[in-house]
């Protein structure tokens, strides 16, 4: 599940409950979470190197995950700026095949000669103006709120690649559309952080339930098994994450 704006942040979904992110926290299927993987290249410099030669030799201590390690090619992890344009792009992409959000995220943008556009920029675009493009009432509100709060706030891609990410979540959860599984696709994909586990990412508990053999059907003895499993691969979850995402997306499978 791995793309250009949209698809730098994967934050756009194969498949989304059509419910709002402020409600519950919901099983996701990532669509955002694939275009941003895609998106992605090998980084070659040596920091790089040897932040890839680290993730790998730690989660091949866990055989079933070094299982995937050793057939998969290797992921990178990676930073970038503009975080509150990955949150429209992750909004605007909800509910929608890959396909179609790279579509309509393209035409988002023409409505800026094709370039990247500042908060200000989007909340000066009417939201008739969005809804004209394909995009629903409520994802046109939604992505208002984001800019809105960025400004208001005064908050900055500084200051979010300083913060911890329990603080960057509980501080971007306040947005109304904005939700904990969007903002760790934030963290993981955005603001490069090593260590995140998005255990209500669909693609990630099927791949890990098959992976390891997880019988149970009760939701809160599945989630105490995945978090155990997971403890085991910090501080390198969200390499563990993408492996787990590739495997899905490769069809692979292990005995």
């Known amino acids: 599940m791995e793309n250009a704006s949209v698809l730098m942040l994967r934050s756009v979904f194969k498949t989304r409950t059509l419910r709002s992110e402020s409600d519950k926290p919901k099983l996701r299927l990532t669509s955002s979470a694939t275009m941003l993987r895609q998106a992605q290249q090998p980084p070659t410099n040596n920091e ?33 700026n503009k975080v509150y344009l990955r949150l429209c792009a992750s909004i605007l992409s909800q509910q929608l095949s890959v396909q179609v959000a790279s579509v309509l995220y393209q035409r988002f943008l023409n409505l800026f000669d094709g370039k990247e ?51 960057v979540i509980e501080l971007l959860t306040q947005i109304k559309g904005v939700g904990r599984w969007t903002v760790e696709m934030i963290l993981m994909f955005t603001l490069g952080r090593e260590d995140v586990f998005a255990i209500d990412d669909l693609g990630i508990r099927n791949a890990m339930i098959g992976l390891y053999g997880v019988r ?20 390198y979850r969200t390499y563990a994450c993408r492996y787990l995402w590739m495997s899905k997306d490769l069809g692979v499978v292990v005995s």
């Open 48 to 80: 790089h190197r040897l932040k890839m030669t680290n993730h790998k030799a730690h989660l091949s201590k866990d055989p079933r995950m070094k299982l995937l390690v050793d057939q998969l090619p290797e992921v990178s992890v990676q930073k970038r």
């Open 117 to 167: 556009p500042t908060a200000q920029q989007i909340l000066d675009t009417p939201a008739e103006t969005l809804r004209q493009l394909g995009f629903s009432n409520a994802k046109s509100n939604y992505v208002h709120n984001v800019c809105n709060f960025f400004i208001d706030k005064k908050i900055t891609d500084i200051r979010l690649h300083k913060m911890e990410s329990e603080a």
């Open 216 to 235: 149970s059907t009760d939701k809160k003895k599945i989630n105490q098994r995945l978090l155990q499993i997971s403890k085991k691969w910090s501080p």
